[in-house]
């Protein structure tokens, strides 16, 4: 079936290290991949996307590379702030369908 | 500004006592959503509509009904609520199925 599967959390760091958060999926066929962040006590907004094989998406800082050869999008992010602390959800689009992760919570100290 | 609503935000009640979980969107959405946030679950569908008096169920739709009369609205109904639908609820809608905007969540605790 469709899954995805995120590292479990939370992920601690202070401000301005380097953050990865994995993301591995499984589907039939060709999904659409993205990242969302929820902040504290918000819904959850697009981070970013990637439609196909190689494309890298990007925003704010954050990028993730659609990896068809090891199924994979992890988000990465080069210097993380105190704004970053956050849940990330991975997602995967497949024949309409959205299926996401269980999300990993980001903790950034000062 | 474009956004979803929903109300109410926070909600305590009892078993099996009907409740309505609101949701409208002003950005002529034809899909929206509706998904429940479970502590190591994630977010689990429960219904979806592709338009209006277009509705189908999701991952979770058990104990859950909707119904969707106007493109902007998309009511959530617990006829006979009970204490394993306390969770946290987010109404969602968008043009393309991925980039989804969603409303800010409602608590709902069932004692």
């Known amino acids: 079936g469709n899954s995805v599967t995120q590292m479990e959390g939370p992920v601690t760091l202070s401000e301005e290290a380097f953050l990865t958060i994995n993301c591995t999926y499984t589907?039939?066929?060709?999904?659409?991949l993205f990242w969302y962040v929820q902040y504290p006590g918000e819904g959850l907004q697009l981070l970013l996307k990637a439609t196909k094989a190689d494309d890298k998406g990007s925003n704010k800082g954050f990028e993730a590379t659609y990896r068809k050869e090891t199924t994979s999008f992890h988000l990465e992010k080069g210097s993380v702030q105190v704004s970053d602390s956050a849940v990330y959800f991975c997602?995967?689009?497949?024949?309409?369908?959205?299926?996401f992760g269980t999300g990993t919570r980001l903790q950034v100290f000062p | 500004e474009a956004q979803v609503t929903q109300n109410p935000r926070y909600l305590i009640t009892v078993t099996g006592k009907k409740l309505t979980v609101t949701c409208s969107q002003n950005?002529?959405?034809?899909?929206m959503s509706w998904y429940r946030q479970d502590p190591g679950l994630g977010l689990r569908q429960i219904y979806y509509?592709?338009?209006?008096?277009?509705?189908d169920k999701g991952d979770v739709p058990e104990g859950y009904k909707v119904s969707r009369k106007e493109k902007r609205n998309f009511p959530l109904i617990l006829e006979s609520p009970s204490p394993n639908q306390t969770s946290l609820y987010f109404c969602?809608?968008?043009?393309?199925?991925?980039?989804?905007?969603f409303g800010p969540g409602t608590r709902l605790t069932v004692l």
């Open positions: 589907a039939t066929g060709y999904p659409s």
């Open positions: 950005m002529n959405h034809e899909y």
């Open positions: 969602a809608s968008s043009l393309n199925r991925g980039k989804q905007f």
């Open positions: 509509s592709m338009n209006v008096e277009v509705t």
């Open positions: 997602a995967l689009l497949i024949t309409d369908k959205l299926i």
